[in-house]
């Protein structure tokens, strides 16, 4: 009997269970490594980061939806995986070896050298993180009711790519929260944002865009860009705009760090080539140097055709390569010609700037407002349903799409 280890239970990691437990009965051993014994839906940590929700509305746990017959599930954390010897090493646990290997581990946020990044900011890519963000805004908020001192109630995000800025629109829909927390005017907790890109949502074009951008400015979410961050200290985060040499400084209670985006570091710590712990995969999404080891979101690229770069790694393109990779292993286990090589069909991408607004483009379409904002918990359900079925759908779903 081969044995598949899987590394992460995200979205392509517990897809890719799921998908085996159901194509490949009882004719399989499956190993699960992950750090938690819960899954999370990485793309709603806004709203815990904001206190809008606790984790458990978003989590649930992995042996609710495993097969204990066909799956052992191991909790611990990945140290390298070795190619030539065909097995992982963890933390806590013996080395695993495996027949095929599929590396769904995810993305962690490099604080790229910048002075105090890692010291005085706060990243976002976990539960934990997003737990420590709302628990530290807390407290900067009854800091404020205590010595009157502004910074306390200032929040800058250093970033502003597509989950910094849901992450803002959501503190943004939290002010009046915040301020009953601090004793001040809502109006007076600000949130800026630094960013170095001169486009912001590249995603999006023309008047979508500026619906998009529209929403931040309504939010009173200011944007300050081209702009390159300097420092972090524990009370300000400091930046220089581009052609510029004059270092500006924020005073800032809470600064949150949403930048320096890549790949896991056992990437780099196994030896695969790689940019930024992202590996550039074959047509069957396997790694350049061994054919039984698949790469799935955000550890992978994969480029979009006759494009000079790779599609961008979401939860969306995840479940698509955890389909194809089970597809894959399937063939190669029954000795059956394997599938053509893996294309990627984008069904579109939405962000959500609040509760009930957002911006969307899908399948060709432009949405706005209520109508994005029902189209993004749409594809929040959707995805919970490809991972944890109907029972997890309808426990941490979001079905509130008019509210």
């Known amino acids: 009997m081969k044995t598949i280890v899987v590394l992460g239970a995200g979205y392509a990691g517990l897809k890719t269970v799921i998908a085996l437990q159901k194509k490949l009965h009882k004719e399989v051993k499956i190993i699960l490594v992950d750090q938690n014994p819960y899954h999370y839906e990485t793309m709603r940590l806004y709203e815990v980061a904001s206190g809008s929700y606790p984790y458990t509305r978003m989590s ?73 963000i709302r628990d530290h805004i807390y407290a900067e908020m009854k800091a404020y009711r205590e010595d009157k001192d502004k910074k306390h109630l200032s929040i800058v995000i250093c970033g502003a790519g597509f989950q910094a800025i849901e992450l803002a629109g959501a503190l943004a829909e939290a002010r009046p929260r915040f301020a009953k927390m601090a004793g001040a005017d809502a109006k007076d907790i600000t949130i800026k944002m630094l960013d170095g890109s001169p486009v912001l949502l590249p995603m999006f074009q023309g008047k979508l865009l500026d619906y998009a951008l529209g929403l931040v400015k309504k939010n009173s979410i200011e944007i300050i860009n081209p702009a390159f961050v300097q420092g972090v200290s524990d009370h300000s985060v400091s930046y220089k705009m581009k052609d510029s040499d004059e270092i500006k400084e924020i005073p800032a209670g809470t600064r949150i760090w949403m930048m320096g985006f890549s790949g896991s570091p056992v990437i780099e710590a196994s030896g695969f080539k790689n940019h930024r712990g992202r590996v550039m995969v074959s047509d069957h999404l396997t790694a350049p140097e061994s054919d039984d080891i698949y790469l799935l979101g955000d550890v992978s690229n994969v480029m979009v055709p006759g494009k000079k770069w790779p599609w961008p790694n979401t939860a969306q393109m995840a479940l698509s390569m955890a389909n194809y990779a089970v597809k894959d292993i399937r063939s190669r286990i029954n000795g059956q010609a394997r599938p053509s090589k893996y294309v990627y069909h984008d069904l579109g991408v939405v962000v959500a700037v609040g509760e009930t607004k957002a911006a969307g483009k899908a399948m060709g379409h432009g949405y706005k407002g209520y109508m994005a904002s029902a189209l993004k918990k749409i594809i929040i359900d959707k995805s919970l349903m490809e991972t944890g079925g109907l029972k997890e759908t309808l426990s941490v779903g979001r079905f509130d799409l008019y509210h």
């Open 60 to 132: 649930y746990q992995l042996s609710d939806v495993l097969d204990k017959d066909m799956t052992e599930l191991i909790v611990d954390r990945v140290e390298k995986i070795n190619i030539k010897e065909k097995n992982v090493e963890l933390k806590n646990h013996a080395p695993l070896s495996y027949d095929y290997l599929v590396v769904g581990l995810g993305w962690v946020l490099n604080d790229m050298g910048i002075q105090g990044a890692k010291e005085n900011a706060l990243p976002m890519s976990n539960v934990k993180e997003a737990q420590a």
